[in-house]
């Protein structure tokens, strides 16, 4: 079996077009197209059928999908570690938004002045879609709150960070109120309920009973610090470091008793080729965020979902 047919068929599927399989693989649309067919032919069965303008999988499809990924995962993986210099190499890292201004320099700073030789490749996204990525082998690690769902035995979570909720408002209105006081009297400011921190914020209101006046919903940490500094209303978000160092006239003031926590941290492919330097990247993070070490080999434990997939 040629595994760049395999790798067309996995792609097709991705893009759920021959087109656009066509462009990322840098082919012509007849060529993927005949490697499809060829695919097909010799296993005996379609892959793939067209439904309107787009492809989908058939059911065989669906049933080899996983298999043919796994496949080009071990292709790349044998062909890593047959380069000498994959100790070396790349680090394909993921982060969620907040931590490219947070996480990433301080860290990034202490490895290079250890390793100036390391490449590190970097991509943003939500950090369900990040988790998904590391297991699937397309990164080697990524810094993203702790997920809500179970992971892969084939992966690890340490946690870097613990931010408590705390109500956020304007210095000149947090004067003598208490959180819960701003939370049902002032406008509100809602942190997307989308992610985990807003899914967080949402669910302490309901617990509490208090009903605020929702002013927006928005997502992004420093804009809603921004528009609090502005005095556009109040709002529950976690106690970002990074709201603090930037000259608004903004407040925390505390949660009453036992405050939700959004906690960060970073998962990685513990049968990556570049599981050395994903580690590595661990032990910087740690260093620099003042983590006590936990055994090395600890899992996150297989839980049910809580509050969602938050895409923070």
């Known amino acids: 079996m040629d595994l760049r047919y395999v790798h067309s068929f996995v792609t097709t599927v991705d893009c759920g077009s021959v087109a656009e399989a066509a462009r990322r693989l840098d082919l012509t649309a007849p060529a993927v197209t005949a490697r499809l067919k060829a695919l097909e032919d010799d296993l005996g069965c379609t892959l793939v059928r067209r439904s309107g303008r787009s492809l989908k999988p058939t059911a065989a499809g669906l049933n080899m999908l996983e298999s043919a990924r796994a496949m080009l995962r071990e292709e790349r993986d044998m062909r890593a570690l047959a380069n000498e210099n994959v100790q070396l190499g790349q680090l394909r890292l993921g982060t969620f938004v907040s931590a490219l201004t947070t996480v990433l320099p301080p860290v990034l700073r202490r490895m ?7 490449s590190v490749s970097v991509v943003s996204n939500s950090s369900a879609e990040l988790c998904r990525l590391v297991a699937a082998g397309d990164l080697d690690a990524a810094v993203v709150i702790e997920p809500q769902f179970a992971i892969p035995k084939t992966c690890e979570w340490r946690t870097l960070m613990a931010e408590p909720l705390v109500v956020v408002a304007p210095k000149a209105l947090a004067k003598g109120r208490s959180a819960h006081a701003l939370l049902a009297s002032e406008p509100y400011i809602q942190y997307d309920r989308s992610v985990l921190g807003g899914q967080l914020a949402a669910k302490y209101l309901r617990q509490q ?37 930037r000259g608004l006239a903004i407040e925390r003031l505390p949660l009453p008793g036992q405050a939700p926590v959004r906690r960060s941290g970073v998962i990685w492919a513990l049968q990556s080729p570049h599981a050395p330097i994903a580690r590595m990247f661990l032990e910087h993070a740690e260093a620099v965020f003042g983590v006590n070490r936990i055994p090395a080999r600890q899992k996150l434990s297989r839980r049910a979902p809580v509050c969602g997939h938050g895409r923070g």
Do not use: F
């Open 112 to 118: 290079y002045s250890q390793r100036p030789d390391l």
């Open 209 to 245: 009973g208090i009903t605020p006046h929702t002013r927006l919903e928005i997502n992004g940490l420093m804009s809603i610090a921004s528009m609090v500094d502005q005095g556009l209303g109040i709002s529950l978000l976690p106690d970002w470091s990074a709201m603090w160092g």
